[in-house]
């Protein structure tokens, strides 16, 4: 999964969070995030990317943080969940 993901170019146009789920999404990767999470991600798209990505490679331990307006952080744990196809969803 590691070097087919969007490349990150420095001076490169800030990643929407639309871009981070068409990415996972071509990747049949479902991202779930919930509402107020993805309002407080709003102007940390990149990092929240950059995180995922580094999850998915194994690189990290999953765990990310968001500021908040207070200037506290919220710590986020990315997790996968792998599910079984029935034999007959297979062979098609």
């Known amino acids: 999964m ?9 001076g ?4 929407s969070f639309e871009t981070v789920e068409e990415v996972c999404e071509s990747k049949s990767i479902t991202l779930a995030v919930h509402p107020a999470i993805r309002r407080a991600l709003k102007g940390y798209e990149e990092s929240f990317y ?3 990505r580094c999850f998915l490679k194994g690189d990290t331990d999953g765990i ?3 500021s908040l307006q207070d200037g506290s952080y919220v710590r ?3 997790s996968q969940r ?3 196809r029935a ?3 297979l062979e098609s």
């Open 2 to 10: 590691a070097a087919d993901w969007l490349p990150l170019q420095r």
């Open 76 to 78: 986020l744990i990315f």
């Open 64 to 66: 990310f943080f968001i």
């Open 87 to 89: 034999a007959h969803d």
């Open 50 to 52: 950059i995180a995922l």
């Open 82 to 84: 792998y599910f079984l």
């Open 12 to 15: 490169s146009a800030v990643l």
